[in-house]
Structure formats: C-alpha cells, structure tokens
C-alpha cells in the first residue's frame, strides 16, 4: 500500500484518537495536555515499528530459502 | 518557580507546587484539629520534637493507654479465634470516647481472664474424676476375679485341711496357724500411668522392690484426657501390691516420677459401688457447670466481635493522633501549640476549611491561624495520581523519587514502558492470553482491593493496569512479528515472495525472489519456518533495538533541556545539552541514518565498516560502502564535532559555576550581622544544604569530568544495551516455536487421541509456566531497567522524597 499512504493512516488514527480522548474525559487543560502527550506517544511508538518492520523489507539483501520438508 | 514557557503545565509533569505551612492550635482544639486533617489527609507534619526521646514527649502517657488498649484488643482477638468467631465487618455501635472505651475493654478483659482461668481448674477436676472412675470400674473387675479365685482357693484348701487333720504333721499345723496370724497387711497403691512408659514402669518397679511387689495392669480402651497436660493419651490402669512401709514409699516415688496418677480405692465391695456413683454424680455436675461456663464465655466473645473492628480502628486513629500530636511544639505561653508542615498549595483552602470546623466543633474561642513560611529547604514531592497512574509512578518511584519539581518520567513511562515490553515479548496469542487474565483482575476490582491478598497476588493485582497496557501492546507487536503461538498467518494480504519459476525447484537453494509490493502490515508470513529466517530476522531486530534506543535516549535528553528551563538553569542548555545532543546524535543518530539509508536504498555497503573506518581512517574513499553522495565529508564533519562537544562539555561548566557563584556572593559580606544571624537559624532548625558559602572549585572539576567521561562512555554501552530488545525477542519466539512444533505438532503427528490430549496438556503448561509467567517476568525486567538506566540517567536527579500525608487511610496495619 505504500510507505507514505500507511503513514498518513498512522496519522490520521492518531488524530481520531486524540479527537476520541478529549470528548471521552475532558477535564481541565493540564489533564487534557497530559491525555495528548499519551496518545501521541502511543501513535508515535508504534508507527516506528510498523515503518522500521516495512523499511526493511523494502529492498531485501536475503531472501527466503524453504526448508526441505515444503 | 517560572513556568515551561508557553505551553500549559501537564498534569503529572512536575511535582504539585508544595508550601510550608505553620498552624497555632489552641490547646483545645488540637485533638479534634489534628483528627480532622488526618480524615482529609493532605498535611505532612514535621517532627518539632526530634531531640526528645519518646518518653520525654507531652503525650507519652497517652500512647502508653492506646497500647494498653490495642494489647487488649489482641487478647480479645485470640480469644475470638478460640471460639471459631470472626469480627463482623458491620461497624454498628454507638459513638464513645477513649476514656470509656478504655473502661470497657478493662472491665472486658478481667471477666474473660476470669472465665479462663475457672473453667480450666474445672476441667481439670473433670479430668481428674473421669480417671478416678476409670481406676475404680477397672480394679473393681480385677478385685472381683481376685476375690473369687481366692475364695475357691480358700475352700479347696479347707477342704484339704479338713480331710488331711490326723495324717499332717503337727507341725504344719501350727504353721500354718501361725501363718496367718504373721500374714503382713500388704498395702496397695492404684492409678493410671500412660500406655507408652508401662514396661519400663513395671521393670523399675520390679528393680527397686527386689522382686517384692505385685503389679497388674490393665488398658483402657480409649485414649484419656490428662488432666495436667489437657492432652488425650493411651493409658494403662495399675495396681500395685506391696509389703511394707519402705516398699510403699519407693513405689510412691516411682509413681510421681513417672507421672503416673494415683486414686484411693477400697477393697469393700459395697464402698466401691458407692464410690462410683458418687463419682458418676460428681460428674455430670461438672459437666453442666462447665457448658454453662462456655456459654456464658461464648456469648461474651460474641458481644466483643461485633464492636471489635470499631474498636480497634478507633484505638488506631487515637495512636496516630497521638504520635501526631506529640510532632507539635508548645508556645512559650502555654496555651496553643504550634505545627509545622508541607502541604500542597491547592490543598489550602480545605484545610483552612477544616480548620475552621475544628474550632467551630470544639467550642472555641480562638480559632487556628495558618501562616505561610518560606524555606530553603527542599519540599517533598507529591504527584496526584489515579488508579491506573499510580502503578506506573510506583515503578518509577522504586529507583528512586523525582526531586522537587523535576520532570518526572513516569509519564512517558506508561506508553515507552509496555511498548518496549511488547518489542521482547511480541506474541498476539499469549497477549490475548495475558489480556484476559488481567481483564479478570480488573473486572473483580473492587473485591479484591477489600479483601487480604497474599504477597505475590498483591503485587498483580496492584499492577494489574500495568500488565493490560503491556498485553494490549503485545497483540500489536504481535501482528507486527506475524506471531500467534509462533503460527504466522497471512492476515494482511499474500505474502509478497514466489518462486523464480513455475516449477519452483530451486526454493530450498537459491530461494524466492520479491514479486510484488512489501508485505503491507508486519513481517512477511513466508519467513517462518524457512531457512534464511534468523540471519534476516536478527538483523532486522538488531536494528529495530539500535534505532528505538537512540530515539528513547534523545527524548531523555530533551527532558533535560526542558528540566534546564524551568529551572533557568542556562549554563545547563549551553554546556550540557547541545553538546551531548551533538554528541549522540553525530555517532549514533548518524549511525540510525546509515540504517535507515541502507534498508531505502538496498545497497550492499557494510556499515560495520563504515562506522569503525570512520575512526580509524577517516580520511580513506570509501568506494563500495558509499550509500549516497557526500558521505566522506559528513563523516569528517560529524566526527570533528563529536571530538569538539567532549571537552564543550567538560571544560567551561566549572568555570562558569564560579564565577556565577563570586557574583551571587558578592555583596553578602558587608550585611549585618544580625540579618546573617537569621538566615541561620531556620537553616539550621532545617537541616538545609542550601546554606553552602563555600565553592570547592576542585570538586566541581571532578564532578563535571565524572559526568562527561559516564556520558560519552555511556553512549556507546547504552546503544549496546538496547540489543536485549533483539536478545530477548529472539528467545521468545525460539521457545514458543519450540513448544509448537516439538510437542504440539508431534503429538497431532502420532494419530492417537491419549497422547493428543497429553500433547495438548504438556503444551498448555510449557507455555502458561515459562512463556506466560517466566518470560512476562523477564521482559518486565529488563524493561524496566532499559527505563532506570539508559533512559533516566540522562536527565533524572531522583533524590527528593516523596509527600507522605498524615492521613487515617494510610496507616496500615501493623499488627496482622
């Protein structure tokens, strides 16, 4: 699907995300602050792995030997 | 203390704004005041009377009474185990003061010591008579068989004596006559001696008299209450024929040491009767006026247990305020007591709140007046978190509690610290597994927080939203892996490899080639189980470590810039920050790039090379490791800065802190001397290291080359630490995988349902006990560490304490 298309759907759910938290529990701007911080970080966290897991893949210098029992 | 600029404070960043305070309490209110600041639990005391032992405290007295009482109340607690009772948990009751309830239990604990004590002699008189009837029914049958046997004796020897009168000697006669005038009354001693030591009583009997006594013994069916020891033993009823005052003493004596117990009994047959019913009659008063004095005990241990939780919480609250009051200083004048302590500055108002309800309960005239001090000393550090934050600050807690106000890691730490657990342990099948057990933990919350747990089910349950963020994170990992009990599936489309050609002979030599597009969500499925998985799947989590660490350790160093800034620390920024920014990110920031540039572009170029000939040659061509245009003069560009920022950062921070320090310090020594006395002397109360006047510029020097030589040292051994990501997912899946194939696949293998069923029991087990357990344990840990070592030491201090509030909720229980 592509790198940057899957990006943006990283992005995208980030943003519902955040959007969902801050209507859930709305409570004061420190909480609110503290809530964003958290779901960015989330959404950051694991739109690295996904991208090292796809980057590497990319352009693979191995490729796959099947065992002898296939 | 500034704000971070212009972004709003954020909840949990920083330690809640805490302010000393100082409370003068009229004598009258204290107790209620105190009382009351407990229930609202937001005010640590300070101790005001730390050079006074306990004894020599205002209130000692009064502890003393509440550890009577609470010694009471154990009592009363042991007492309720006895009977089988347990407290009940309704505190229902009406409302009595400490003098009352002091009383009370008093009166209470004399009238069970009472009850104890009678209806143990009781029971020992009953004990006492059941073996008395015991040696009366069993010597009775043996004296009645005595007596016949003799009595058919007597009569054949009658008999003979009548027919023998003219053949028998003269002689024999008289003998015989004389014989039973000379017949010594033989005396006998009867009783009960335990089964166990019987032979060896019978033997030392038989030793010391020389043979000279008759013992029979005869056992008794059942086993016999003791009466001194209370326990149920095996016993043998005895009697003992002897002749003679020194025979009957050393039977006497052997009897006692023995322990044997000894009962009166008469050979008139008419008596014995008597004796027994006597006995019988005996017994069964005891009986009666036993149970009536178990039931009067019961019922007084029934009335206690359900006012014991009450009480004993009331006795709690009364020692705590107690202690707490002996915390407060008299005032010169005698009629108020002063109190000093932290509380947060939002608190505030309940407090005086609460103050005002204090004077107000206590019909009082004057009401209590909070003051506001300043101090140099370091306040605690106080974070206000809910349920699910608070496991998360207790781990971070654990290394060690942030100093006041300094950015606290805990709250990166709820995502950064699952989701590096989830890298060790990606798996979506033991996550759902994982997510299931803690779902019940959480689900039964509000059980399992009322009952007693044990030790090991505390600590779960305590992390219980700990252990679903890191399950939640694992079913993500999990797909990203392509895992499910190491069963890859093909969820997110086919796999992305096929054969050169149709007839796909050379798989298992050359292998596949790339077809299509990258594999869109995760790891390729075809990977499992193929020859060149682990060369491929090492070097991809090698990586994977390589870059998530170098991303954890730059957001830890620029916690250290934003710690900088609130504490206007500029030296900090300059000296501190961009030359460890600089450094890190010049040799491993630029290795993630290498990374990053290699897997876009798929060239061949060994980066291992690249990164040592950047040191050791640096000025070589670098032919077929070049991966874009450029490269040689970056390199030298990025290594002439790391060489610069080492001694950036070792050199000029020393002499800035002194010359910041002459000119802070350069008018104090003209002010008077009576304005230095007084910035003494609560400094000194307060045991406050703000009060340094002197700057050892030789510690400082070492200081700062300790902090450079740990950073640049650490950059390299941190990076390497984070292979532990790679470590540890590697041993995770080769276990999984194992448990797979080696004994689910082999026992599906054999056709047979019973080693099917065995196969599928040994495999639940393998992977409940080492997978679930053993390894979320491991991860847990190393984890954690990656968090107290590479992550917070490039930014967090750690040494303040932590905000530990007067408070009724807080006091545990130290006695169970």
């Known amino acids: 699907m592509g790198f940057l298309l899957t990006t943006l759907i990283f992005v995208a759910i980030g943003i519902i995300a955040s959007i969902c938290v801050r209507i859930c529990c709305n409570k004061g701007p420190s909480a609110n602050l503290f809530h964003l911080t958290l779901v960015i970080t989330a959404t950051v966290c694991c739109w690295l792995m996904w991208a090292i897991v796809y980057l590497a893949q990319m352009n693979p210098l191995i490729v796959p030997i099947l065992s002898e029992s296939e | 203390m500034a704000e971070g600029g212009c972004l709003p404070t954020m909840d949990l960043m920083r330690s809640e704004p805490m302010q000393l305070a100082r409370l003068i309490i009229p004598i009258e209110t204290a107790h209620r005041a105190v009382s009351y600041l407990g229930e609202l639990g937001l005010f640590q005391f300070k101790d005001l009377n730390a050079e006074k032992s306990p004894f020599q405290r205002t209130y000692a007295t009064q502890i003393k009474r509440c550890g009577e009482m609470a010694r009471k109340l154990r009592f009363f607690r042991d007492q309720m185990y006895k009977a089988d009772v347990s407290s009940s948990k309704l505190a229902y009751g009406s409302v009595i003061t400490l003098d009352e309830l002091e009383a009370k239990l008093g009166e209470l604990e004399t009238e069970l010591i009472e009850m104890n004590a009678n209806s143990e002699k009781l029971q020992h008189a009953y004990n006492e008579l059941l073996e008395y009837r015991l040696v009366l029914k069993k010597m009775g049958e043996v004296f009645n068989s005595a007596q016949k046997k003799a009595t058919t004796q007597q009569r054949e020897q009658e008999h003979r004596r009548v027919e023998g009168s003219i053949d028998s000697p003269l002689l024999l006669e008289q003998e015989l006559a004389t014989d039973s005038s000379k017949h010594v009354k033989l005396g006998y001693v009867s009783g009960l001696v335990p089964r166990d030591k019987s032979l060896a009583f019978e033997r030392i009997l038989f030793r010391a008299t020389r043979g000279n006594v008759f013992l029979k013994q005869d056992s008794v069916g059942e086993p016999v209450i003791d009466p001194v020891s209370g326990q149920k033993v095996e016993k043998n009823v005895f009697i003992v024929f002897h002749s003679g005052e020194r025979a009957k003493s050393k039977v006497l004596k052997i009897c006692d040491a023995f322990g044997a117990n000894r009962y009166p009994f008469t050979d008139d047959i008419r008596k014995q009767q008597q004796m027994i019913t006597e006995v019988t009659g005996k017994l069964s008063e005891l009986k009666t006026t036993i149970d009536v004095g178990e039931h009067h005990w019961r019922n007084v241990v029934q009335t206690i247990s359900h006012q014991f939780e009450q009480w004993k919480n009331m006795v709690k609250k009364e020692k705590s305020i107690y202690h707490t009051l002996n915390m407060l200083s008299f005032d010169v004048t005698k009629k108020c007591l002063v109190a000093e302590g932290w509380c947060p500055v939002f608190a505030t108002n309940q407090i005086q709140k609460t ?141 992305a490899y096929a054969c050169r050609d149709s007839s796909c002979e050379d798989a298992t030599t050359i292998g596949l080639i790339k077809v299509q597009n990258t594999y869109p969500f995760g790891l390729d499925p075809v990977w499992h189980g193929s020859r060149s998985e682990l060369p491929f799947l090492n070097s991809l989590k090698m990586k994977m470590s390589i870059l998530l660490g170098v991303v954890q350790m730059n957001l830890g160093i620029i916690l250290s810039y934003y710690n900088s800034k609130f504490f206007q620390n500029g030296i900090d920024i300059w000296y501190q920050f961009i030359p460890q920014m600089i450094f890190l990110n010049s040799l491993f920031g630029y290795l993630s790039l290498l990374i990053i540039v290699k897997w876009c572009t798929g060239s061949q170029a060994d980066l ?109 051994s941190n990076t390497a630490s984070y292979l532990r990501l790679w470590a540890l997912s590697l041993a995770h899946s080769e276990l999984s995988k194992v448990f797979y194939e080696k004994v689910l696949m082999l026992a599906w293998g054999y056709e047979s349902v019973v080693i099917l069923v065995i196969g599928i029991i040994v495999f639940v087990f393998a992977t409940v006990g080492v997978l679930l357990v053993m390894e979320t344990l491991s991860a847990f840990l190393h984890a954690l560490r990656l968090h107290w070592v590479e992550f917070q030491n490039k930014f967090y201090e750690g040494n303040g304490y932590s905000f530990y509030p007067f408070s009724f909720d807080l006091i545990g229980d130290d006695e169970e």
């Open chain 2, 355 to 495: 103050l005002m309800q204090a004077t107000v309960d206590s019909n009082s005239q004057i009401g209590v007046i909070l003051e506001i001090l300043q101090s140099k000393e370091p306040p605690p550090t106080y974070f206000c978190t809910n349920k699910f934050t608070s496991g998360f600050q207790e781990i971070v807690n654990a290394y060690g509690v942030a100093r006041y106000q300094e950015a606290n890691p805990g709250v990166y730490t709820i995502v950064t610290f699952p989701f590096l657990f989830a890298v060790m342990f990606g798996d979506w099948g033991h996550g759902i597994c994982l997510f299931l057990a803690t779902l019940v933990l959480i689900l039964r919350e509000k059980t399992y927080s009322s009952q007693k747990l044990g030790d090991i089910m505390e600590m779960a349950f305590g992390g219980r939203y700990i252990i679903l963020m890191m399950s939640i994170f694992s079913i993500y990992a999990g797909f990203i892996y392509n895992e499910c009990f190491s069963v890859p599936f093909e969820l997110f489309g086919t796999s």
């Open chain 2, 608 to 716: 291992y090379h690249i990164m040592i000939y950047m040191f050791l040659s640096p000025m070589d061509d670098l032919e077929d490791n070049e991966l874009f245009f450029g490269q040689k003069y970056l390199q030298l560009m990025l290594l002439f800065l790391a060489l610069i920022a080492v001694p950036w950062m070792l050199i000029p921070k020393p002499f800035l802190l002194k010359k910041q320090h002459e000119e802070r310090h350069q008018g104090r020594t003209y002010e008077p001397l009576g304005a230095h006395d007084d910035n003494l002397g609560p400094e000194s109360a307060g045991g406050s290291h703000g009060g340094h006047e002197e700057f050892q510029f030789g510690e400082v020097v070492v200081h700062q080359l300790i902090h450079t030589i740990e950073f640049v040292l650490g950059s390299v």
